[in-house]
């Protein structure tokens, strides 16, 4: 098991900086020694400060080489760019639109096509294409960021889908009984070989579920967060002091 690195900071605000500034530490040290810096992006509400943040403060808006940082999601809906719910729409206009992002380096997953299977095909095609690989192999993200929902869930990894125990595929595309919807979605696998995973969780609503993550019995079926453990990357958990005030660690029980 990969033992997670928690950080604790008292507000959403500050943990947001924090974030930032981890995001800027990682892509200046993947570029220093490699063409790109490949980002996972989340869906939820938590990151969209984060993304505003990344945009707006000059030290990061100048001070990362934004033309080298490419830019892939964890899951999207069965939705087009355009649609109010789309994660890579809300992206866009918090961060890509403003940096101006080259598209050749916005990798989204093409939630518009007719079937979700279809856009998990076409998303995993994309994957193949731009990292180089072999039918089979997983890429090598450098830095993803997750969000945990209150319910266990992480990117469109749902408690009780059958895709959940999935050991081939790098994209999934999970019919999700509670939302009654498709979701497209990175398998656990595909998350789990990446360099650096960290989630971002804020709010007391998520403090019961974070502690039965992080230090209750294993239960990912239950709770899919449990699933991402990289195998040879680092694991962070970045929490606000809201949700992490149910652990056992969190400076409010010291
Ligand atoms: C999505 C997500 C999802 C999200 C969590 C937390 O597409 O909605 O990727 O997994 O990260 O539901 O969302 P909040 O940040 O809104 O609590």
């Known amino acids: ?17 924090r974030v930032a500034e981890e995001f800027s530490k990682q892509a200046a040290q993947a570029l220093s020694s490699r063409k790109h810096f490949t980002c996972v992006l989340s869906g939820g509400s938590t990151p969209v400060a984060l993304y505003a943040l990344l945009a707006q403060t000059a ?24 649609a109010r719910e789309s994660n890579y729409r809300i992206a866009k206009e918090a961060m890509l639109s403003p940096l101006e992002i080259p598209s050749g380096n916005v990798h989204r997953i093409l939630g518009e096509l007719t079937s979700a299977e279809d856009a998990a095909v076409a998303y995993d095609e994309e994957l193949g294409r731009f990292f180089g690989l ?49 979701r497209v979605t990175l398998s656990p696998l595909t998350f789990n070989a990446a360099a650096c995973v960290l989630f971002l969780v804020a709010g007391r609503e998520k403090a019961p579920t974070l502690k039965a993550v992080l230090e209750g019995p294993r239960a990912p079926n239950e709770l899919p967060c449990q699933l991402i453990q990289p195998d040879r990357g680092e694991l962070v958990w970045a929490l606000d002091q809201a949700a992490a005030s149910q652990l056992k660690t969190c400076p409010l029980h010291q």
Do not use: C
């Open 1 to 17: 098991m990969t033992k997670p690195t928690v950080i604790i900071e008292e507000s959403l605000d500050a943990l947001t900086e």
């Open 134 to 182: 072999k039918p089979g192999a997983l890429p090598r993200f450098d830095f993803v960021l997750l969000g945990m929902g209150a319910d266990g869930h992480t990117a469109s990894l749902f408690p009780g889908i059958p895709q959940l125990d999935d050991t081939r595929r790098r994209v999934l595309a999970p019919w999700v009984e509670k939302l009654a919807e498709f």
């Open 59 to 82: 030290r990061y808006r100048n001070g990362i080489d934004w033309k080298r940082v490419h830019f892939f999601w964890g899951d999207e809906r069965h939705a087009g760019p355009d």
